[in-house]
Nanobody, 122 residues
Framework: QVHLVESGGGSVQAGDSLKLSCTAS??????MGWFRRAPGKEREFVAG????????NYADSVKGRFAISRDNAKNTVYLQMNSLKPEDTAVYYC?????????????????WGQGTQVTVAS
C-alpha cells in the first residue's frame, strides 16, 4: 500500500508558476505520474517519470511548460508548472505506478492521492 499526499496547489494568474509536491509513504521501484481533472472533463494524464528518473513523458498540452522530477530519498515527486494558462485549471492528482517504467495509462497506477486544486485566472 502506498499513501500519497499532494500539496502546492492554489490560485494564480495566467503566466505564473506553481510547483506541486507529492509526498509518499514509499515510491521505491515505482514510476510516478501526475494527472488532472478539469471541471466537466475526465481525468487526463499530465506527466510521468520512471523509477530511475531517466525516462519522462508529457501530455502534448504541457510539453515545454511543465516538468516532473523526483527525489527517491525523500519519497517525493514534484511537478513544476510554468507559463500557466486558464485551461490548466483542474484538480491535480499524484499517482504511484504498478511498475518502474513510466506510462500514461491510468490503469497502470493503482495508488492515488486526494488531489490538489490549481486555478488559473485569465
Amino acid at each position: 500500500q502506498v499513501h500519497l499526499v499532494e500539496s502546492g496547489g492554489g490560485s494564480v494568474q495566467a503566466g505564473d508558476s506553481l510547483k506541486l509536491s507529492c509526498t509518499a509513504s514509499t515510491i521505491s521501484s515505482r514510476a510516478m505520474g501526475w494527472f488532472r481533472r478539469a471541471p466537466g472533463k475526465e481525468r487526463e494524464f499530465v506527466a510521468g517519470m520512471s523509477w530511475s528518473g531517466t525516462a519522462t513523458n508529457y501530455a502534448d498540452s504541457v510539453k515545454g511548460r511543465f516538468a516532473i522530477s523526483r527525489d527517491n530519498a525523500k519519497n517525493t515527486v514534484y511537478l513544476q508548472m510554468n507559463s500557466l494558462k486558464p485551461e490548466d485549471t483542474a484538480v491535480y492528482y499524484c499517482a504511484a505506478g504498478r511498475y518502474g517504467r513510466t506510462t500514461w495509462s491510468e490503469s497502470d497506477y493503482p495508488y492515488w492521492g486526494q488531489g490538489t486544486q490549481v486555478t488559473v485566472a485569465s
